[in-house]
């Protein structure tokens, strides 16, 4: 059975994407199956349930789950539409296909001649979908404990990923442009609170536009807790009347 037989290079090959996951799996069959494109089954004429997309469908329910729960921990006070668009942000095509190229899944991918020779290697939709399968078949491998602590390493990295890109940045530069537009001042951020041990703080923002309070926010940084509370603040101003020859850049 193709799914069985692993040569000493494929061995090799899996060995190195294991390293790079942070995880060994007790049946590396199950890794080479998350890799195994439709295109290859179909070339090599193989089963239709030895391609990845089933494990896809796995991996996507895994991410959603552990993503969801890392964010009800980092930011405690959210309400659910704004734990809804994070998460989005996080597990997006394009980021989920960059934590692929982090891993080096591109390399290691069965494709057939076809795809591989239109660069399906760097397709960020087949990417991504092979990043999905990986942690499908590693639930099945290791099953629920061992990898929830793996993909919360991974989800990890897709926050600070979404983080750095700027996405938390959006709001800010979207609510200065708001209140610049409707109320001609800028928002200042004031910090109220700082609660907990020096490893562990919990930072308190209160938003301010001519000295009334928009918004509020905490999260384990200041940016965390200035970024929700200039996301609460556009949500206010959406529901506020707006003057007829005003338009607020409040998009979101």
Known sequence: MFLEKLFSDERRRLK????ALGV?????????????????????????TLHNERLEFLGDAVLELVVSDLLMEKFPKAAEGELSKQRAAMVNEKSLAAMARHFGIGDK?????????????????????????????LYLDRGFKKTCRVVRL??????????????YKDYKTQLQETAQNL??????YRLVA?????????????????????????????????QLAAQRALLK???????ENVVASTSH
Not at 16 to 19: A, G, P, Q, T
Not at 214 to 222: A, E, M, P
């Open 16 to 19: 190195e994407l294991e390293k």
């Open 24 to 48: 060994k799996f007790k049946k590396r069959a199950h890794l080479r199956h998350a890799l195994t494109h439709r295109s290859y089954a179909n070339e090599k004429k193989l089963d239709a």
């Open 109 to 137: 991918l069965y494709l057939g001649k076809g795809e591989a020779l239109g660069l399906g290697r760097e397709k960020n939709s087949l990417l991504a979908n092979a990043y999905e399968a990986v942690l499908g078949a």
């Open 154 to 167: 991974h989800a990890e990295k897709l926050l600070r990923r979404v983080t750095d890109e700027g996405f």
């Open 183 to 188: 109320f001609k001042t800028i928002p200042r």
């Open 194 to 226: 700082q609660t907990g041990p020096d490893h562990d703080k919990t930072f308190e923002v209160n938003l301010m536009i001519n000295n009334e309070i928009y918004g509020t926010g905490s999260g384990k940084n200041k940016k965390d807790a200035e």
């Open 237 to 243: 101003i959406e529901m506020m009347p707006q003057p």
